[in-house]
């Protein structure tokens, strides 16, 4: 194992021990994050139930409950980043000054602390809810669907923490950046298809919507994996997931370039 | 110190923090519009989601869209008011590394000096925002004086049960699990489900949203007033329960402080 390799993994070991030290906490958040999509399922069958169809816009009603089991699956990944909070604690308690010091970019150590605490949720509720969907709603899964599923994923993840680092970024002016941190998120779910599917929308602006990058944090994947769009639309829309991760990733990357100047740390 | 005069010295305190709160946010006039324009995302979040609920199909029985645009325009309200006076897991984060030690030497009833504190200013954008969606939905709306005036009690008591609901909740998660993680989206998922007609959710859905997260009293109920969909006896009982309950949970958090474990600091 390389010595960075080595790094990285001690300190995704201590996060993960960190997490655990309150393990009644993580595991009511972990069911928590669901209760989003029982929202969204319950507000939609009462919608369903009121209209007397099993049809809205081509969407069945079974396949819309998947849909959002699917966006809960993925919302402790891609729902928000803890990155916020660790910033902004960072930032307000003076503990920044240690992550800054240690050999290792201040990012990877952001991405490694958000993944420790985000690992247990994954593993307790989104890996056997998404394979236990998949075998239970007979998803047709080949290679190509899981490739592209793991592959948002990937996009969505980095796309929520380029997100969170921009917003943890603002504790440097604000005193509490928790109601942004929240309101964007919640804004984010909106129009990400979090709790609307974007097949919902208008025409224009469904269309218009799928090519911001809050589509990759609920619809892209969630739709891919039900096949609410064709594989042929959601390879379409990787460059689209790519371009903003590293459109967001270079915000990003200036921010904290102006931000670092602004850092002073009074040393004990 | 009599009672009185603590009680005074109290909202003294509160307002005056509150004033160079207020002073200190909106010292950058540009910036401060900018945070309260983002804050306002989950108002036009609400009223996007509805649109489409509505648009798309007939949406919920007994309701009509104005009438659904009001209630998520009230349970915004509710949420933003909570999230002036009460940020949960920072709350529960400087209970837990003993940065609360300061607010229990000050000479003010620690429950105004907790509100005073642990309020985020932002949110003040929700508030505003939700208003400004009430208002909208209340002018398609035939409304009655007196159930306006009975909306508008029932409304200012539940949020009081909302307020200090989410007190007990922060304070208790600190007695039982010394964390505070789950906290942060409680508030969140009970404001996003109480922006639909409650009924929806069933007899469980309902109890948990009125007394684990008790946003009921500071949306759907008040909005049950508001459009005439409940007779005066309950509208009575609307009225009570805060009454009984605000008490009740005031004295319930004094007790669960007595458990905080000081850090020294």
Known sequence: ?268 | MSYRSGMRGALNMYLLSQKYKLKSFFIYRTQAVGWLIVESLSTVGAFISISIIYGVSGGFAGWTYFQVLALAAITQISGGIVGYTLTPNRLVTDMRNGKFDQLMLKPYDIISSTIARYGDVTTLGTIFSGLLLLVYALLHINLSFGAFLAFLLVYVLGTFVLVFGMLALSVLSYVVLKSSGFLRWSLNIGQDAAQYPMYIYGVLGMTILSTIIPIAFASFFPSLTLFGKIGYAYVGILILVPVIVVPVLYYAIIRMLRRYESGGG
């Open chain 1, 1 to 268: 194992m390389s010595s960075a390799s080595r790094k990285y993994s001690s300190l995704l070991v201590i996060g993960l021990k960190n997490e655990m030290a309150y393990r009644w906490d993580v595991l009511i958040s972990s069911f928590m994050w669901l209760l989003f999509s029982v929202i969204g399922i319950l507000v939609w069958v009462a919608a369903y139930s009121f209209s007397h169809t099993n049809s809205i816009m081509g969407l069945s009603l079974p396949t819309l409950i998947i849909y959002f089991i699917v966006v809960g699956a993925l919302t402790p990944l891609l729902g928000f980043s803890s990155i916020v909070d660790i910033m902004t604690e960072g930032i307000k308690g003076g503990s920044i000054s240690r992550m800054l010091i240690r050999p290792m970019s201040y990012f990877s150590q952001l991405i490694i602390a958000d993944f420790s605490s985000g690992i247990i949720n994954i593993l307790l509720v989104s890996v056997p809810l998404l394979v236990g969907m998949a075998i239970l709603a007979n998803i047709h899964v080949t290679l190509l669907l899981v490739s592209l599923f793991l592959l948002y994923i990937a996009i969505g993840y980095m796309i929520v923490s380029f997100i969170g680092f921009i917003v943890g970024s603002m504790a440097f002016y604000l005193t509490d950046v928790y109601g942004i941190a929240i309101s964007i998120n919640y804004g984010s779910m909106i129009i990400g298809g979090g709790i609307v599917p974007l097949t919902f929308f208008p025409n224009g602006i469904g269309h218009l919507l799928v090519m911001l990058p809050f589509a990759f944090l609920a619809f892209v994947p969630a739709a891919t994996y039900t096949g609410t769009i064709s594989l042929a639309t959601a390879v379409g829309l990787v460059p689209v997931g790519l371009a903003w991760t590293v459109i967001l990733g270079i915000v990003a990357y200036i921010l904290w370039k102006r931000m670092g100047k602004m850092i002073n740390v009074v040393g004990v």
